[in-house]
């Protein structure tokens, strides 16, 4: 666990330590400054520098990451994707392993922020989703607190050790559960399914049958066209 050590302004020699704490400006002009595979956090003020991650990690990233870019696929007007930095406000930069948004035009409530050559997400998008290890601690509390204040809808936290799938209703305070079929439904992104234990279990064809019969669905159906006629109102 990560506690705050000091206040530092950014400045154009300095570097990003654990427990450093600044504003969102002064973190990401250290930032900026740092080794293109330096990866760190501004959560709530306070610094926190990503561990190097493993296998169990990558595995589990790759899995949720592509039930996500499948679901986008099929979904014009949403994006996926992976430890995309997003703005969230004057306390809070991170790079959630992977999200979900609606696009700004087709109604999101997140924006596309140019810096340079690089563009970022400003505002929180409708979901996030955390691989967590050595962050659990972090992920499903300091983390959770911050994403429901910024606005962030869903939230999922994929622990490793022991295994379990969280998914918490951000904008209700509720946990979401899966349902007598083991099966979680996302309220925000409809038709996104997932069958819990299956993806714990990494048995990717049930997973697959699980998000087709989503997308399949009455309900993915109607979000489409709602968010086609999103965008037609611009």
Known sequence: MVTATRHRHADPFGDLRNGDCMNQKEFHLLYEQMPEEFRAELINGIVFIAEPVGIEHGDSDINLGTILNLYRART???YAGYN?????GKKDEVQPDVLLRILPAN???SKDVKDGRVT???GAPELVAEIAYSSRAVDLHLKRQRYARTGVHEYLVLCLDPKKLYWFDLLHSQDMRPDADGIIRSVV?????????ALLQTNCDLVLDVLN?????KEHTDFVKSLAAGREKE
Do not use: A, D
């Open 76 to 78: 014009v007007g949403v």
């Open 84 to 88: 995309v930095t997003v703005i969230l």
């Open 107 to 109: 109604g999101g409530q």
């Open 120 to 122: 970022y997400v400003q």
């Open 189 to 197: 992104f409809p038709g996104l399914w997932i069958h819990e234990v």
């Open 213 to 217: 019969e989503g997308l399949k669905s």
